[in-house]
Each structure stands twice: as C-alpha cells, then as structure tokens.
C-alpha cells in the first residue's frame, strides 16, 4: 500500500481544519468531535500520522506533525487537543505486541484513548493474562475512540514491588462516565472509565519502557515530551488568533468613557507591542527546542537529557505565557469579551484549562532548575 507523503497530509489537514472552524461552536456545545467530522478526520489517516509504516501508519516526521496540530489548533482548540494526545499515544504501537498492534490498528478508524488512573487501580495476575479493575480519568476522545490504554499496577507476592504496566481494553469492555462537565476544550470528550475484574489477556498488554520495534526517531521520543510540544503548541495558536482578532478589533473600537479611538492611544500602542513580542520569543523557543530534540533522536537514536529539559522549559513557558498574551487580548475586547458569541470568550477558556494541565504547572521549572544545579532533574520529562 502506497502512503502519501507528509505534504499530502498536511493540504489534508487544511482541508478539513476549514470543516472543523465552521463546526467549532457545535464542537463546543456538544462536549464532542461529531461523530461524521471524526469520521472524516480518522479516514484522512489524522488519527494514525504516528504509527508505524509497517502497521499501516503514516509514521511522518515530527515537524510535521505539529504543523498539523497548529493547523487544527487554529480551527478549534479541542479537536487539535484530540488530534495530539490520541496521535501521540498511538506511536506505542511500536512497543506494544505486533499481533495486538495489528488487531487494533487494522482499522481504518481505530482510535486508542488513555487517561491517569486512580488509586485503587490495580491488576491480579490469572492465568493468561490478568483481571484489571479501577478507574481512569481524562481520557480525551472517548466519545470517538474504539480502544482504551489503562495504566496499572500489578499485584506482586508480598513484599515484592508492583510493577505498572499498560492494559488494552475495547470500549465495550468499560463503562464510560460522561464526568467531562467543564469550561475549557469542552470539545475533546475527556470522559472517565471504569472496568471491574476484567480479563486483559497478556497480548493485549506491554510495558512503556519497552524497546520499540521499529526504529523511526519518532518511536524513541518519550511521550511526554512530545505531549508537551503539542499542548503547548496549541496555546501559542490560541494566543495568536487572541491577539491578531486585538489588533483587528483596535483598528475600529472606541471605548466608552474614553475619548478617542484605540488605534489613537499610546497605551494600545504599548500593550499590543510588548504582547506581541513576548508571544514571538515563546513561540520561537518552543519550536527551536522541539527542533532539537528531533535533531537529538534521529543523530543519536535517544534523546539527549539537555534537549528533554529545553522542551519542558519551553512548552511551560508557551503555555503559561499564552495564557498571559489572551488575557491581555480579552482586556482589549471590553466587555465585549464575556459574551459567549464572541470566540474569545471560548478561546480564553480554553487557554487557561491547558495551563491547569499538567504540562502548564508552573512547578516544572523546579525540574529544570535542579538540572542546572547538578542534581537529578526528576519531574515529568
């Protein structure tokens, strides 16, 4: 089977962005990708550009993945949300069993979806396999995934360490909870699930630091990393759409209580100009950080530690920052900016919820500033 370059899946993904923009306030209201507009995007190959050639995927370089995201990221926030977190977790394809990967992969529209577990998560080991019982949350695209990646400790002989492993499960082998009642990337379905003693046969199981088969440099980026480019990456497109619909709207706006237009006051003149030049220098560092770490995974087959602590110092960044550049957009808007139909109200939502994530804490700067201290940089990298 011939598969196209990654230009092609790019004009794809402007192609179908342009859907996506005009059903964004659907997207929203709905919680969900549609199910014909995710449909459309997993036959377009958007939801396999990182699995492996040999399973059928597209396996395109990274660069060019997050071009995609950003394309999307500035139709809708929520399905570039979708778009990044289910591709990404799709390149352990590469790690978990080929016959597995096979099964699931060989359908056009098979979708896997992941989310932290709880506490009281865990798996017994049976004969064959293992019963899996617990509770997951945030798992973004349920409402269109077909499997579901549950991260679990493995009850061991007394004593012994638990050892966490990945377990595959149908969507039809767990209760989904629709738990997603929030204000920001309403979009991406970030549902719940539960399973309660469920057999998970071996095959359908892997460790995540397991070597991957195939030896694309793509395969031995850590997720995390790559999650954190991605979600970042989005927040710098959100803040540019903020920012540039500032300055249209400043163009023409006058504000009540104060004489004359905005175009005309010194102080727009300033506030849109250090704006804009913050969100440049974030935005640049976070591509040039990404760049090196692909750099670093295809020269050397691993990714250098120095390379993983620019993208955490970056992403967070990004993010953060973005979240900072929107604020000072809405400011701009008046208020004009609370009314649900303007799009910066969703857009500010959507922001400020990726910079309560995980990969906007403001505490992952402590990881590298150990780093730069000599000690063990520890945190999420």
């Known amino acids: 089977m011939s598969i196209p370059d990654s230009t092609e899946y790019t004009d794809r993904a402007r192609q179908l962005a342009v859907r996506v923009a005009e059903r964004a306030e659907e997207i929203d209201e709905r919680r969900r990708i549609p199910v014909d507009l995710a449909g459309d995007l997993a036959d377009a190959g958007l939801f396999r550009l990182l ?29 570039a949300w979708c778009v990044n977190q289910n591709n990404i977790f799709a390149t352990d394809s590469a790690r978990m069993p080929v016959e597995t990967a096979r099964k699931i992969w060989g359908d056009r529209r098979a979708i896997v979806t992941n989310g932290p577990p709880s506490i009281d998560t865990n798996a017994v080991p049976a004969e064959g396999g293992y019963r899996l019982s617990g509770h997951w949350d945030f798992s973004s695209g349920s409402s269109h995934s077909t499997w579901l990646a549950a991260r679990a400790p493995v009850e061991g002989r007394e004593g012994q360490a638990r050892e966490p492993r990945m377990f595959l499960v149908p969507k039809s082998d767990a209760t989904v909870l629709d738990t997603w009642q929030v204000n920001g990337l309403r979009g991406t379905a970030s549902f719940s699930f539960e399973v309660d003693d469920v057999f998970v046969p071996e095959s359908h199981t892997y460790l995540e630091s397991d070597a991957p088969r195939d030896d694309s440099p793509i395969f031995v980026i850590p997720k995390i990393p790559l999650f954190s480019i991605g979600f970042a990456t989005i927040s710098v497109a959100l803040a540019r759409r903020c920012l540039d619909d500032a300055i249209e709207l400043a163009g023409r706006k006058t504000q009540r209580g104060v004489s004359g237009a905005m175009i005309d006051r010194s102080t727009v003149h300033r506030q849109i100009g250090e704006t804009e030049a913050g969100l440049r220098a974030a935005d640049q560092y976070l591509r040039s950080s990404a760049a090196a770490l692909w750099e670093s995974a295809r020269e050397h087959g691993k990714v250098e530690m120095d390379a993983r602590i620019e993208v955490r110092m970056a992403s967070t960044h990004a993010i953060r920052h973005a979240a900072e550049v929107v604020d000072s957009a809405y400011e701009l808007f008046g208020s004009g900016a609370i009314f649900k139909t303007n799009r910066i109200q969703r857009h500010y939502q959507d922001v ?28 999420m990298l």
Do not use: C, M, W
């Open 51 to 79: 699995v492996p050639k040999s399973l059928g995927g597209v396996e395109i370089e990274h660069p060019a993945f997050v071009e995609i995201v950003r394309i999307f990221a500035e139709a809708d926030a929520s399905t």
């Open 352 to 379: 400020h919820t990726i910079a309560q994530q995980i990969q906007g804490r403001a505490t992952n700067f402590e990881t590298a500033g150990r780093y730069f201290l000599g000690l063990e940089p520890g945190g």
